[in-house]
């Protein structure tokens, strides 16, 4: 008998600070050192003033909504995630930034309430609160019992894949790198003795080897091998031609499983490269922007719940299905109507370059068609 396919559940950012921090049963100070916002609570206030009152105190679970059904009946073998928060309550934000996001380590139980299993850290959020809060992540993370890719005490742990192992199927290595393109300051970067983010400097040939070198020195035979990239920017459905060639790259060098990428606020196309899945850019999953306007034709409200699933035995892509999300109330919906007609068209739309466009289910959710 032929081993079960190795599903995954994936999605892009999770920002559970600031507003949803502060809804939550333990929030930290909401002071904040943002140029146009001086409380988190104003925040709660921007969303309540779009989509209506927001209870008090939410439970842990209740910012996820309809994923959890979502998750439980995709029953994947590793739910991972994009964490875009630091969890500490150290008042000393990072010197000369705009934005910072932290939310309490009591209520990063939210993260165990949905059952991740494995955080990318690699973005330029992780470090919003200096080295103190980036102790308090990883140890909060660590007595979790979630495990976390892409930042670390030093260059050689912010480097080490988190492995999820599946018994006989092999296991599940996730390696996470954020790019100087999404925001990550160069002084965040991890050192031989340096606490910090594993950093890609550009999208090199000497980058890309760099990464293959750090994924052939720990895979296993029967690894399933995922890199999860913090890469450009917010907004624009541009993939540059050095992104496309690095993730290439990634499935022709470094024989990567799949490439996770993630940073824009929006959904961005698949591609499937020698039987290798390709996510650009998963958008955001959840976040405190309600209200907040601006790139409204982006939709970065609309999101994605991926669960592609592999081949156990060479990782290639069998399938993908998504399920359309909607943030509203600092929750994850499920999208309907009007909305995932939206995330069809423009799916469709930018996937055309790629080979990729989606068919509808009777059931809402989505699958990835593409050329074979």
Not at 314 to 328: C, H, K, N, Y
Request: hydrophobic share 40%.
């Amino acid at each position: 008998m032929s081993a079960a396919p190795v599903t995954l559940a994936l999605c892009g950012d999770v920002m559970t600070g600031r507003g949803i921090d502060q809804v939550l049963p333990h929030p930290c100070d909401p002071v904040l050192y943002e140029p146009s916002m001086e409380s988190a609570e104003g925040y709660v206030a921007l969303a309540e003033s779009a989509s209506g009152a927001i209870p008090r105190p939410m439970a842990l679970a209740d910012p996820w909504g309809d994923a959890l059904d979502e998750l439980e009946r995709a029953a994947p073998d590793a739910r991972i995630v994009n964490l875009e928060t630091a969890i500490t309550r150290s008042p000393s934000p990072w010197p000369g930034k705009m934005v910072h996001y932290r939310t309490s380590p009591e209520n990063a139980g939210l993260l165990a309430a949905a059952r991740i299993d494995v955080c990318s850290l690699a973005n330029n959020h992780v470090l919003d609160w200096g080295l103190r809060g980036l102790e308090e992540t990883l140890a909060r993370l660590d007595a979790l019992g979630i495990r976390h890719a892409g930042a670390g005490p030093d260059q050689r742990a912010a480097e080490a894949p988190a492995a999820v192992d599946l018994g006989a199927r092999g296991r599940i290595l996730v390696f996470a790198y954020g790019s100087a393109s999404s925001g990550v300051p160069e002084e965040w970067a991890a050192g031989p003795t340096r606490p910090g983010v594993a950093l890609l400097p550009d999208l090199s040939p000497a980058s890309l080897r760099h990464v293959a070198t750090r994924v052939a020195a720990e895979r296993r035979p029967g690894d399933r091998v995922v890199v999860s990239l913090h890469w450009g920017g917010n907004w624009g459905f541009e993939v540059s031609a050095a992104e496309r060639a690095f993730a290439h790259g990634l499935v022709d060098r470094a024989r990567v499983d799949l490439v996770h990428g993630h940073s824009s606020h929006h959904v961005k196309p698949a591609e499937v490269h020698r039987g290798r899945l390709i996510l650009y850019g998963c958008g955001d999953f959840l976040n405190d922007y309600e209200g907040i306007s601006g790139y409204e034709e982006y939709r970065g409200d609309l999101g994605l719940l991926y669960f592609p699933s592999l081949d156990p035995a060479s990782g290639a892509l069998l399938g993908l299905r998504m399920t359309p999300t909607r943030i509203r109330g600092f929750g994850v919906r499920r999208a309907a109507g009007k909305d995932v007609d939206w995330l069809v068209e423009t799916l469709d739309r930018e996937g055309r370059r790629f080979g990729t466009s989606v068919q509808r289910g009777a059931d809402g959710r989505l699958e990835l068609r593409w050329r074979r």
